[in-house]
Each structure stands twice: as C-alpha cells, then as structure tokens.
C-alpha cells in the first residue's frame, strides 16, 4: 500500500493552496495582521489558513485576492480550492442540514458508474440496507456528529438510491468482514430482517456478494471502507470525512486492494452460510 494516506494527500492539496494564498500576500508586501483586517477578520483566520487548519470559503478567496490586488488570479484559486474542497468532505459541514441531501446529489455518481466495487469493515454496504438497519445507522450518526437528525428522510433517500441494483448496465462488487455480519446495528429485530434482506440480494444477477471469513489467512489487512467508482473515482470514509480521490496512480493501489481482500472472500453458497449463522446466533 502507498505510504501516504488519503488524508494526508487531502491535506497537501490543502497545503498547497494556502502556499498560493501565502505568494500572493507576500507578493503584494502585505503582513498576515493586515490582510486580516483589510478582509475584516481576525488575525487568528489568516493564521488558519495559511497554515492549511482551515479551507477558505469563496468569499474569503475573493477578499484575500482584493487586499493582496491578485484578483486576475481569482478564478485559478476559486478552481484549486473546489477541487480540495471536493476531495476533503468534511461530515459535519455536509450534514448541517441533515444527511437527506447528501445521498440526493450522489445519485448521478452512482448512475453513471459501471462497475462499484465496495469493501466494508463496519457496516453493511449502504447499497444493501435495508429501511430500519438504515435509519438506525444514520440517527446514531447524526446523534454523534451532532447534527439535525432526519434520519427516516435519509434511510429513504438511501433506499431510493439503491434502485440503481436493478438496472440495466451496471455490475457491483460488494465485500464486507464477517464481522458486519454479528454488528448489531438497531438491535436484534433490526439485524434479522437486514441479513435477511442480503440473502434476498445475493440473487440479483448483476451483485456479487462477497464475505471475508473470520478464520481467513489474511494476506491483507482490514482496512477504512471505501468504494471503487469504475476507474475513475476512490471514496473513502473515516470517522470525520470522506476523502474522493481521482489520482489515477492511487486509484490503482485501492484497486489492487480490492482484488486481494477479494480473493479473501468467499462467494454463493458459502456465503450464505455465513449469513445465516450470524442469523442463528441473533436467537
């Protein structure tokens, strides 16, 4: 695996616009104390983002550049700083208003792709959730993050996005430990009906579902979710943020380690039986 992780390439493309925004302030021979109060801010803004702890919104971009006289340079940084924006999705700022949205506008992301492969460490894949396990998940989210909860909202937006299993032209490969299996996420009803429900999906023709035995020699690690979007896109999710890469060098390593926690999984028959057993032990 590269050295380098998804969060700490996330923050060198931080790095790396604040040393633009550093250039610029220097260039115009202007201190940090007075950039901040040409903008109106406090001194301890600049400060943050020069030393890349923040991301300027727009309109910050658009009063560093007036004070500093670079506004021949503002639709370059504007560019720059939505794509880190976009590689860095900070959970809390998303979910503000609630995680409806959120499921809403990757919709497209979904219908588009050919191929997702998705690895799970924690929870059962969202593509597969059912209703209840769904709303479970996403209020103890929420509750954690302190965001609003609209939990039931989001479940269906979720299920909504799911349809995308159903249609023509696509193919998934889901893997998830065993461990997702025994996780009881809304208690035991809760847990009966979405493994259930994974027995029901192992039948669509377009879904592979793998499981990663317990008992497997693991010739690689447990590692964060993350979904492969055909070649083209990397997601992964940590406890804060997503991180969206579409470096296609480190495309390749996530799907070189896809390929080998796949030959970790079993498939069809001796799936099921995993399923099953971990329903049997919910009795």
Known sequence: MSSASPSSAAQAARAALAGRLVVLRKTAGLKAFEVAALCGWHKSKVSRIENARMLPSDADIRAWCRACGAEHQLDELLTASRSVDEMYVDWRRVHQ????????????????????RVY????????????????????TISEFQGTPNDAEEAADARLRRSRVLHENGHRFVLLVEETVLRYRVGGPEVMDAQL??????????????????FTADRAMWPVETFMVFDMARVQVETLSAAINITSPSEIAVYARAFGQLQQLAVFGAKARALVQAARDALE
């Open 196 to 213: 259930a429900g994974l027995l029901d999906a192992m039948s669509l023709p377009s879904l592979a579902l793998g499981v990663i035995p």
């Open 120 to 139: 799970c460490s924690n929870v059962v894949p969202g593509l597969l959730q059912t209703r209840e396990y769904a709303t479970a998940l996403l209020a």
């Open 97 to 116: 208003h609630g995680i409806r949205r959120v499921h809403e506008t990757t919709v497209p992301l979904y219908r588009r792709t050919r191929l997702l």
